[in-house]
């Protein structure tokens, strides 16, 4: 369950109802929240000039300026940072407006205090979580693992979809070593494409991520009928959320779906896929539980993050590699540990290799392992 304490912060309450903004900054101050209040929608944009803010939670329906200006005032300053809107008169369409430009959440007044709370808690939470992404990325360097073109690239493409094959590697629990489940990982005979970011960039290029995608669930499926029960992670391109196949009743990793964890990466934008929230709740309605991956490496928004509201995050190995040499990333993983478990979600360390790395992941709060000092891919 998510931990739903206040983790302090500074906070903008925006409402031009005087009692409202009493009631909400009384509520927020005395649970450890800075809070800053406006009463109309210019003061509130002369904070956000004046301040930056872990959390901005505003009126939608103000004379000068609506929740939505402000909205959009926060996104040109900070992606990050969560906004909440409120209010008195709820319309469907102010809720699709609200959530297409990025809301947080959009909440119909009056609001219960337990629910203000917790929605502003978990607000905090997220923004810390994409705050410390934004380190990671800046401590490990940007890079792009994905190879050029090359001649043949579509003959290439059709020998490496003939030798498709996966391999499972274990991933265990930290606290006492038990196994939790396997990694599909993707492999084919084809040397040219023996990488899977190479074959993934590959299907990309030729536009027939579909059909790579379909196939890897294919082979999964398949696999899972001679050992049926066992937790597998199955790896989807964000562009595989829009596959029709994949929310087709009578898709072959469906009737395992108890068992898969649909494994998002984060390493390619989600933007482009229409109705994420609607795909993602499909999803989970057939049984599949979601988790994302390349976390600390990648460059998936809050709201992103907070739409798939994962089961399970995956630290990058890039994080991992020798942090127990590094204090800078093991501050890091801890804190993400900790924000993690207060949201209610579980954390993987890949690319686990030496005994150092196990043990520094175990002091900084990891649920799960996975790497080759734990096993090695292998078929099932």
């Given at each position: 369950m998510p931990d739903n304490s206040s983790v302090g912060g500074r906070i903008l309450v925006v409402d031009d109802v005087p009692e409202i903004l009493e009631v909400v900054e009384s509520l927020l101050s005395e649970s450890g929240y800075d809070v800053v209040t406006a009463s109309n929608g210019s003061r509130a944009l002369h904070e956000l000039r004046a301040s930056h803010f872990d959390l901005v939670l505003t009126d939608i329906e103000m004379p000068d300026a609506t929740g939505v200006d402000i909205l959009r005032a926060v996104r040109e300053r900070d992606l990050d940072t969560p906004v909440v809107l409120m209010t008195g008169n709820p319309t469907v369409e102010t809720a699709v407006q609200a959530l297409e430009l990025g809301a947080l959440r959009y909440l119909s007044k009056p609001v219960e205090p337990r629910l203000l709370l917790d929605v502003v808690?978990?607000?905090?939470?997220?923004?810390?979580?994409?705050?410390?992404?934004?380190?990671?990325?800046?401590?490990?360097?940007?890079?792009?693992?994905?190879?050029?073109?090359?001649?043949?690239?579509?003959?290439?493409?059709?020998?490496?979809?003939?030798?498709?094959?996966?391999?499972?590697?274990?991933?265990?629990?930290?606290?006492?070593?038990?196994?939790?489940?396997?990694?599909?990982?993707?492999?084919?005979?084809?040397?040219?494409?023996?990488?899977?970011?190479?074959?993934?960039?590959?299907?990309?290029?030729?536009?027939?991520?579909?059909?790579?995608?379909?196939?890897?669930?294919?082979?999964?499926?398949?696999?899972?009928?001679?050992?049926?029960?066992?937790?597998?992670?199955?790896?989807?391109?964000?562009?595989?959320?829009?596959?029709?196949?994949?929310?087709?009743?009578?898709?072959?990793?469906?009737?395992?779906?108890?068992?898969?964890?649909?494994?998002?990466?984060?390493?390619?934008?989600?933007?482009?896929?229409?109705?994420?929230?609607?795909?993602?709740?499909?999803?989970r309605g057939f049984g599949f539980r979601i988790a994302v991956d390349d976390l600390g490496a990648g460059y998936a928004g809050l709201t992103t993050f907070a739409t798939l509201e994962p089961d399970l995050v995956k630290l990058d190995m890039s994080l991992i590699r020798d942090m127990d040499k590094h204090p800078l990333r093991r501050k890091l993983v801890q804190s993400m540990a900790e924000l993690c478990r207060g949201l209610g979600i579980r954390v993987l360390a890949e690319g686990v290799e030496t005994e150092a790395e196990r043990a520094a992941l175990k002091d900084a709060g990891c649920d799960l392992l996975q790497g080759f000092l734990l096993g090695r891919p292998s078929r099932l």
């Open positions: 808690n978990q607000g905090v939470r997220l923004r810390r979580l994409a705050q410390l992404r934004r380190e990671a990325i800046a401590e490990l360097g940007g890079f792009d693992r994905l190879l050029a073109d090359r001649a043949g690239l579509e003959a290439v493409f059709r020998r490496a979809s003939v030798g498709l094959f996966l391999e499972y590697q274990p991933i265990q629990w930290t606290k006492d070593g038990g196994l939790f489940g396997h990694e599909a990982l993707l492999r084919t005979d084809e040397p040219a494409l023996s990488h899977p970011a190479a074959f993934l960039n590959a299907a990309e290029r030729l536009g027939r991520l579909y059909e790579l995608g379909g196939a890897i669930r294919e082979r999964a499926a398949a696999d899972l009928l001679r050992v049926p029960g066992r937790t597998v992670l199955v790896n989807l391109h964000p562009l595989d959320l829009s596959d029709p196949e994949l929310h087709s009743d009578a898709a072959p990793l469906r009737r395992h779906a108890a068992s898969v964890i649909l494994e998002i990466t984060e390493r390619a934008s989600l933007d482009g896929v229409a109705d994420l929230r609607a795909k993602v709740a499909r999803l």
